[in-house]
Antibody, heavy 115, light 108 residues
Framework: QVRLQQSGPGLVKPSETLSLTCSVS????????WSWSRQSPGKGLEWIGY???????NENPSLKSRLTMSVDTSKRQFSLKLHSVTAADTAVYYC?????????WGQGILVTVSS | EIVLTQSPGTLALSPGERAILSCRAS???????LAWYQQKPGQPPRLLIY???IRPTGIPDRFSGSGSGTDFILTISMLEPEDFAVYFC?????????FGQGTKVEFK
């Protein structure tokens, strides 16, 4: 059973970088696609992208220019950085793991973009 | 991008009734790459069905998935009180992966 624990700030200033980390316990870091999604009242669930254990990524084209995803297999963590954020990036951010579908989800972090 | 449209937006039912939730894709699928999730307030989504009809271990058999092409269905055979929640479909056949907007199953 894979468990995902998310960490990161809940408040980010406009134009700055949103940084979140997901720590993995249980399961193999090589066994899944490690993904990020977000959920806001106005837009529902939005897929952000995923990173594989070897560093291969697949990003949502709508966010790709501002997005950096990475994985650290030694720490059993994967990370999301979203640059140049605006109020439209305010949402609950989830990390997840699966093989296409998402079997396991983190608890979610509400990130508010505000000065 | 494949757009998933769920209907109805809200379904008002009583415990013991059958719920039928629809998910229609803007393009036909070439594989069974569709999942369903349940979400309750303040919680992350929970996987119910993947590859159209496969239930993960621990998901009750009152939940079943079906469909192909552009039309997919989640059926809850007899609603239990804990089943009142929001349900999302999700396609992972092509990038960007997308979710439906959700169907809320509420008490009648």
């Amino acid at each position: 059973q894979v468990r995902l624990q998310q960490s990161g700030p809940g408040l980010v200033k406009p134009s700055e970088t949103l940084s979140l980390t997901c720590s993995v316990s249980g399961g193999s870091i090589r066994g899944y696609y490690w993904s990020w999604s977000r959920q806001s009242p106005g837009k529902g669930l939005e897929w952000i992208g995923y990173v594989f254990y070897n560093g291969t990524t697949n990003e949502n084209p709508s966010l790709k220019s501002r997005l950096t995803m990475s994985v650290d297999t030694s720490k059993r963590q994967f990370s999301l950085k979203l640059h140049s954020v605006t109020a439209a990036d305010t949402a609950v951010y989830y990390c997840a793991a699966g093989n296409g579908w998402n079997d396991f989800w983190g608890q979610g972090i509400l990130v508010t973009v505000s000065s | 991008e494949i757009v998933l449209t769920q209907s109805p937006g809200t379904l008002a039912l009583s415990p013991g009734e059958r719920a039928i939730l629809s998910c229609r894709a803007s393009q036909s699928f070439s594989s069974n790459s569709l999942a369903w999730y349940q979400q309750k307030p303040g919680q992350p989504p929970r996987l119910l069905i993947y590859d159209v009809f496969i239930r993960p271990t621990g998901i009750p058999d009152r939940f079943s998935g079906s469909g192909s092409g552009t039309d997919f269905i989640l059926t809850i055979s007899m609603l239990e009180p804990e089943d009142f929640a929001v349900y999302f479909c999700h396609q992972y056949v092509s990038s960007p992966r997308t979710f439906g907007q959700g169907t809320k199953v509420e008490f009648k």
